[in-house]
């Protein structure tokens, strides 16, 4: 270590706390700011998406698709890596794809078949959108990440994750910042420890495939879609219960439990301690190591540092999504093998005495659907309140797996084979049908 970036203690101390405070306030404090009691980064992100919302995020689509090519063509080269890797080749023409059409609907020229049921211009706006949220999420996300607040949890945690999740402690602030924020946080930020050596390939894979799920924005959203507003802090509280035991189950059985606890190929591998003694002392203590180990990253700096590393990926992830939406949502719409793909699961829900008929259709749209084609289902005549809570959450745990997730995961480092992402799929929707099903059933009769 470079000795003359290394701080003081005293300096390590203020570092650590100030840091960790701003990232606790940033991402988990309420304040009453334009009239209303909001999380500080839901208002700078309503704010940003506000300025920029003209023409349904065109121009921003058009700047990050633009980013993408970039990236994917003249930095990556991405055809070189065809043979070798076909799913990524796959995804990649995805997003080239999403900018040539971004830049027809520019043109006005854009073939009047990629905009059935607005599915282009549905896609570009919603990635969009979520392109300036990520990335504003990347500035700010450090302060959680880099000056010792996750080590600092993890001393009191590890027992509980690595037992329960297989997972060390220091990824618990992840755990939550993953579930409240959206999918590609979570593997951006799993990614992130992946890469510096904190966690193994296995770890990461538990991170990226179990904790990430849309947004609690998106909870607020459907249940306002599915007319169970009122019931929201039940239900947000229900879903993430699932997501923990959902993902405690999954961690332990094939095909994740059979990935190897190897840190990522080059780096130095950084893995948690653990320490005997008073937890709060070694706590604090871990935090302001941490910092003084990391004393060469200047708060501001690191957060603008990591704001600029992060436009490969969160392009890359917004953008193939427009491609992946449109690729599949095509589909769906001319035949009917998603819906068909849903009544793999009828046998269960029926034998769990639930809607069957009318859950089992919207499971299997979730393979390629918007949260639009979902709350359709859900709502539809006849649906009980139960069936209605069951849609809300069964969208935030599993039917997020394919479309923009799909490629989010495959743009990191984090690999994974087709057939065993397919099966950790599977695995999660029947867990998810049991565990939030029985439960919906037996609280909203």
């Not at 059409?101 to 959108?129: D, H, Q």
């Not at 000056?147 to 690595?162: H, M, S, T």
Request: charged letters at 10%; aromatic letters at 14%.
């Amino acid at each position: 270590m470079d000795n003359a970036k290394v701080i003081s203690r005293s300096a390590a101390i203020a570092r650590f706390l100030i840091c960790s405070i701003i990232g606790i306030c940033v991402f988990f404090v309420k304040f009453p700011l334009g009239g209303a009691s909001v999380l500080p980064i839901d208002y700078i992100n309503n704010l940003f998406t506000t300025w920029l919302k003209g023409n349904n995020y065109l121009e921003v689509s058009i700047f990050g698709s633009a980013l993408l090519v970039y990236f994917t063509v003249v930095k990556k080269k991405f055809w070189k890596t065809a043979k070798s890797n076909k799913l990524a080749f796959f995804f990649d023409l995805m997003g080239l794809m999403a900018f040539v059409l971004i830049i027809l609907t520019l043109l006005r020229i854009c073939p009047p078949v990629f905009e059935v049921n607005s599915t282009l211009s549905g896609a570009y706006s919603l990635m969009g959108k979520m392109f300036i949220q990520i990335m504003i999420i990347m500035f700010f996300i450090p302060f959680l990440t880099d000056y010792g607040l996750p080590e600092a949890i993890g001393v009191f945690v590890q027992p509980f994750c690595r037992a329960i999740w297989a997972v060390p402690g220091r990824v618990a602030v992840i755990i939550v910042s993953a579930f409240l924020g959206n999918f590609t946080v979570g593997h951006v930020q799993a990614n992130m420890y992946y890469t510096s050596g904190r966690v193994t390939h296995r770890e990461a894979l538990v991170m990226a495939l179990g904790f990430s799920t849309p947004s609690i924005g998106l909870i607020l959203s459907l249940c306002s879609t599915a007319g169970v507003t009122d019931r929201f802090p039940l239900i947000c509280a229900l879903i993430l219960i699932c997501v923990l035991v959902v993902t405690s189950i999954v961690a332990h059985i094939p095909p994740l439990s059979k990935y190897p606890d190897e840190y990522y190929e080059g780096i130095e591998p950084n893995p948690e301690v653990y320490e005997k003694g008073n937890l709060l002392t070694i706590a604090f203590n871990t935090g302001v190591e941490t910092c003084q180990k990391n004393s060469g990253k200047i708060p501001v700096l690191q957060n603008c540092r990591t704001f600029c590393k992060a436009f490969p990926s969160v392009s890359s992830v917004c953008f193939v999504g427009v491609g992946t939406i449109v690729f599949f949502g095509l589909i769906n719409y001319y035949t009917p093998i998603f819906t068909l793909l849903g009544y793999i699961f009828w046998p269960v829900l029926k034998v769990l005495g639930m809607q069957a008929d009318i859950i089992a259709p919207m499971m299997g749209l979730g393979t390629v659907s918007t949260i639009a084609s979902q709350t359709g289902i859900i709502t539809a005549a006849g649906a009980t309140m139960a069936t209605k809570v069951f849609g809300v959450g069964y969208v935030m745990v599993v039917l997020c797996f394919f479309g923009s997730f799909m490629s989010s995961l495959y743009s990191t480092k984090i690999t994974i084979k087709l057939r065993d992402f397919l099966l950790v799929y599977f695995e999660r929707a029947y867990l998810t049908i049991i565990v939030y099903g029985l439960a919906c059933q037996l609280l909203f009769r």
